[in-house]
């Protein structure tokens, strides 16, 4: 079955930086289009970053913009998110999901990045 297994969270403080990685399984990972999302407590889960199938096309929200980087190894089947300059307002469930004809339909099961101001 397709699983997307997210790592590298953690706690930082604030100003510092972090690598997510996600690995996918169970399915053709350079067939789909990969995205970043994030949910703070108490809010809606929200669009972070996205990237295209070979990787050419990125897509980031206003907020991170300058601040994190998208990547995706299809060799791996992995996708990256560096995140440097972290925020306290970045703290939040990090997942990962995969899309394709437009809508996501496979999801991690996140991994918690907490920024300590």
């Known amino acids: 079955q397709v699983q997307l297994v997210e790592s590298g969270g953690g706690l930082v403080q604030a100003g510092g930086s972090l690598r997510l990685s996600c690995v996918a399984s169970?399915?053709?990972?350079?067939?789909?289009?990969m995205g970043w999302f994030r949910q703070a407590p108490g809010k809606e889960r929200e669009f972070v970053v996205g990237?295209?199938?070979?990787?050419?096309?990125?897509d980031y929200a206003d907020s991170v913009k300058g601040r994190f980087t998208i990547a995706r190894d299809n060799a791996k089947n992995t996708v990256y998110l560096q995140m440097n300059s972290l925020k306290p307002e970045d703290t939040a469930v990090y997942y990962c999901?995969?899309?394709?004809?437009?809508?996501?339909?496979?999801w991690g099961r996140g991994t918690q990045v907490t920024v300590s101001s």
């Open positions: 999901a995969a899309q394709s004809h437009g809508l996501y339909d496979y």
């Open positions: 169970g399915l053709t990972f350079s067939s789909y289009y």
């Open positions: 990237i295209s199938r070979s990787g050419g096309y990125t």
